[in-house]
């Protein structure tokens, strides 16, 4: 069984940053594609940065402002989010595909953590 479990969100300020945090445990043997997503009240949710071997892809509201990342050796990934905008408020989820240790590949998601940007 493998869990994903986001941290970081916050109430913050227009132009403030936040890093986000999402934790992979369980019977991991290799992370192979790793995305963020963020939903707003009403609305799908929207893939806003992800990452695998074919490369690192952002929405283009978020070009150039946020970075994804990870951090093989603990199972965890980040989301760096610079310059907020109160646009960018919305619940993150990470989402990951994973190879687990009896060679199976799977989709995981995290719960979510709440990003509220105030103007």
């Known amino acids: 069984q493998v869990q994903l479990v986001e941290s970081g969100g916050d109430f913050v300020q227009a132009g403030d940053s936040l890093r986000l945090s999402c934790a992979a445990s369980?019977?991991?043997?290799?992370?192979?594609?790793i995305n963020w997503y963020r939903q707003t009240p009403g609305q799908q949710r929207e893939l806003v940065a992800g990452?695998?071997?074919?490369?690192?892809e952002y929405a283009a509201a978020v070009k150039g402002r946020f970075t994804i990342s990870r951090d093989n050796a603990k199972n965890t990934f980040y989301l760096q989010m610079n310059s907020l905008k109160p646009d960018d408020t919305g619940v993150y989820f990470c989402?990951?595909?994973?190879?687990?240790?009896?060679?199976?590949?799977?989709?995981?998601w995290g719960t979510g953590t709440l990003v509220t940007v105030s103007s």
């Open positions: 990452t695998s071997s074919g490369g690192t």
């Open positions: 369980g019977s991991i043997a290799q992370i192979n594609v």
């Open positions: 989402n990951a595909n994973i190879r687990s240790t009896n060679n199976h590949d799977e989709e995981y």
